[in-house]
């Protein structure tokens, strides 16, 4: 702690004796000197499509009226102001700005019998979501799963699912299979979740990590071989973290598009000796500035890409983003001179 200390003090001392001829500071110390306090407006701020985040907002505006009374994100699909915030590409938004603000991943669930484990391999995936698969009996899908019950029934494939997750599945299955795939599922607009709670018997839908695990249903784990089900890739959060050590990502004048690639080596998370196996469907949840661009708007997404927002988002079932890419997304945001 001691050491922390010393070079935040250190990092304080700098910012106020460096002159003009001295290096630029690093993005990292600008944005680390603008969270010590709190960009405060005197207006609420509606936020649409918060989806899996609603929660971790609603944690976040706890934070946020200790600091800024007159502030709070207000949750409505249906926003009637002059400028918002939006968490899902929508006709109603004219986009300001897009950056990440968290990381979610295409996932498979599942609802077949008493089964609540079950391991597939991308060939096998593939399979399924193009329909070449079809009853559960299937011997791709016995081979991979020697010990689940798996019976003549028919494979009930949902018809829909998130637009990023489509795009995410896609791009994996294409890189494993050598081939572009484009899957025979369309973009579903409904509550995710909902429609996972709506699945019949014998029924597969491709979603996402997140929207799985809140709903509390079987979660398919990828395996990493075809009809080896001793290569299963286990899921959980930190398969998310472990990603985000693999993403790229440009500045454009609408914000930063940020892209999962698999060449790059994962790196070792903190804490951890090794590295963790990555989520290869990994994507960013993005926050979109929609409407009127102004200091208000600006302000409440900043503080949902401070450390602490970033946190209690960590607290929910999402990945919060890695540090160099929340910098990089915080900059954006909320331009920062040395001067």
Same mark, same amino acid.
């Given at each position: 702690?001691?050491?922390?200390?010393?070079?935040?003090?250190?990092?304080?001392?700098?910012?106020?004796?460096?002159?003009?001829?001295?290096?630029?500071?690093?993005?990292?110390?600008?944005?680390?000197?603008?969270?010590?306090?709190?960009?405060?407006?005197?207006?609420?701020?509606?936020?649409?499509?918060?989806?899996?985040?609603?929660?971790?907002?609603?944690?976040?505006?706890?934070?946020?009226?200790?600091?800024?009374?007159?502030?709070?994100?207000?949750?409505?699909?249906?926003?009637?102001?002059?400028?918002?915030?939006?968490?899902?590409?929508?006709?109603?938004?004219?986009?300001?700005?897009?950056?990440?603000?968290?990381?979610?991943?295409? /996932?498979? =669930?599942?609802?077949?019998? $008493?089964?609540? !484990?079950? @391991? %597939?391999?991308?060939?096998?995936?593939?399979? +399924?979501?193009?329909?070449?698969?079809?009853?559960?009996?299937?011997?791709?899908?016995?081979?991979?799963?020697?010990?689940?019950?798996?019976?003549?029934?028919?494979?009930?494939?949902?018809?829909?699912?998130?637009?990023?997750?489509?795009?995410?599945?896609?791009?994996?299955?294409?890189?494993?299979?050598?081939?572009?795939?484009?899957?025979?599922?369309?973009?579903?607009?409904?509550?995710?979740?909902?429609?996972?709670?709506?699945?019949?018997?014998?029924?597969?839908?491709?979603?996402?990590?997140?929207?799985?695990?809140?709903?509390?249903?079987?979660?398919?784990?990828?395996?990493?071989?075809?009809?080896?089900?001793?290569?299963?890739?286990?899921?959980?959060?930190?398969?998310?973290?472990? /990603?985000? =050590?693999?993403?790229?990502? $440009?500045?454009? !004048?609408? @914000? %930063?598009?940020?892209?999962?690639?698999?060449? +790059?080596?994962?790196?070792?998370?903190?804490?951890?000796?090794?590295?963790?196996?990555?989520?290869?469907?990994?994507?960013?949840?993005?926050?979109?500035?929609?409407?009127?661009?102004?200091?208000?708007?600006?302000?409440?997404?900043?503080?949902?890409?401070?450390?602490?927002?970033?946190?209690?988002?960590?607290?929910?079932?999402?990945?919060?983003?890695?540090?160099?890419?929340?910098?990089?997304?915080?900059?954006?945001?909320?331009?920062?001179?040395?001067?």
């Amino acid at each position: 702690m001691k050491r922390i200390l010393s070079a935040l003090s250190v990092a304080s001392l700098a910012l106020g004796t460096l002159t003009a001829c001295d290096p630029p500071i690093p993005a990292s110390l600008l944005v680390e000197e603008a969270e010590r306090t709190v960009s405060c407006t005197d207006a609420p701020l509606e936020l649409a499509n918060a989806g899996l985040l609603a929660d971790s907002v609603a944690q976040i505006n706890g934070t946020l009226v200790g600091s800024c009374p007159e502030m709070e994100i207000q949750v409505n699909d249906t926003p009637a102001g002059s400028s918002w915030l939006s968490l899902s590409a929508n006709e109603q938004c004219e986009a300001v700005l897009n950056v990440p603000l968290a990381i979610d991943a295409a /996932a498979l =669930t599942f609802y077949y019998g $008493e089964n609540y !484990e079950i @391991g %597939l391999s991308a060939e096998t995936i593939f399979g +399924i979501l193009t329909g070449a698969i079809a009853t559960w009996d299937d011997p791709a899908i016995a081979a991979e799963n020697p010990f689940a019950t798996l019976g003549p029934d028919p494979i009930k494939l949902s018809v829909g699912a998130p637009a990023q997750a489509i795009a995410a599945m896609e791009r994996w299955l294409s890189e494993k299979l050598g081939e572009q795939v484009d899957l025979p599922i369309e973009e579903s607009t409904g509550p995710e979740v909902d429609e996972i709670y709506a699945l019949e018997d014998g029924s597969i839908r491709l979603s996402s990590y997140g929207n799985v695990t809140y709903s509390g249903y079987g979660i398919v784990s990828f395996l990493t071989e075809a009809g080896n089900p001793e290569s299963a890739q286990i899921w959980d959060k930190l398969q998310l973290d472990s /990603a985000g =050590t693999q993403f790229e990502w $440009e500045e454009s !004048e609408a @914000g %930063l598009t940020v892209a999962y690639n698999s060449s +790059i080596e994962p790196k070792t998370l903190p804490g951890f000796n090794e590295v963790t196996p990555p989520a290869p469907t990994a994507y960013t949840i993005n926050l979109t500035l929609c409407g009127e661009d102004n200091p208000t708007v600006r302000s409440y997404g900043r503080y949902l890409l401070r450390l602490d927002s970033q946190g209690q988002i960590n607290a929910g079932v999402l990945s919060p983003l890695p540090e160099d890419l929340r910098v990089a997304a915080a900059v954006l945001i909320e331009p920062l001179k040395s001067e």
